[in-house]
């Protein structure tokens, strides 16, 4: 499985170097050089990131230690390593391949948020699609699936509306985020069945 999405990560990267063109031109038809009010939105979504991915694990892990449910404090444990997974590869990723950022390689387009590190994959987006995926799968309910793509979603979409990230970015990222949240989860999976073998004495 992680061979496959190494695999996946280095084509995705390897496909945008060669789709350059197609890359641009699609960040520019989202990037505007006007400061438009939907900025300011967008804005507030890439900034609450940060917030989002720590709050969420946190207020789920203070829920269960109160309510004593075992299971929602699991969940807040695997929801936190698969953030701190997807933290490890997107940054190794990102400072192994050191992308120049859009605004930096093309100066018409608008950075209207900060950005320092390198571009490739999108740090936002793969925090973002960390969280979502691995409580969809803790919790695959539609009103808790829904919400919290269409979050992550709107956190790729900041990403280029601001100017800081290309679609390969952020494409890059949602899958990273996402790969790294099923696999810890499936991990969990594997090793709660073991626990009831052991528990049962099944051969």
Do not use: E
């Not at 496909?15 to 960040?27: C, M, T, W």
């Not at 400072?95 to 900060?114: E, L, Q």
């Amino acid at each position: 499985m992680r061979q496959r999405l190494l695999i996946l990560f280095f084509f995705i990267f390897q496909v945008s170097l060669h789709s350059q063109n197609i890359d641009i031109r699609i960040l520019r038809s989202i990037n505007s050089p006007q400061t438009l009010q939907s900025d300011n939105f967008f804005r507030f979504v890439s900034n609450s990131d940060a917030f989002v991915i720590t709050g969420v694990p946190a207020g789920m892990a203070v829920t269960g230690l109160i309510t004593k449910d075992k299971k929602l404090f699991r969940n807040a444990c695997i929801t936190a390593i698969a953030s701190s997974l997807n933290a490890g590869i997107t940054n190794a990723m990102k400072y192994s391949i050191n992308r120049d950022r859009p605004f930096v390689t093309y100066p018409d387009i608008y950075k209207k948020a900060k950005a320092g590190s390198p571009s490739f994959p999108s740090g936002h987006t793969s925090t973002a699609f960390a969280t979502a995926t691995s409580v969809s799968l803790s919790y695959p309910k539609w009103y808790i699936i829904v919400p919290s793509y269409l979050y992550a979603g709107t956190v790729a979409y900041s990403r280029m509306d601001l100017g800081v990230h290309y679609p390969s970015d952020v494409l890059a990222g949602a899958v990273i985020g996402s790969g790294c949240a099923y696999i810890t989860w499936k991990v969990n999976q594997k090793l709660l069945i073991k626990k009831k073998h052991k528990a049962c004495d099944c051969p």
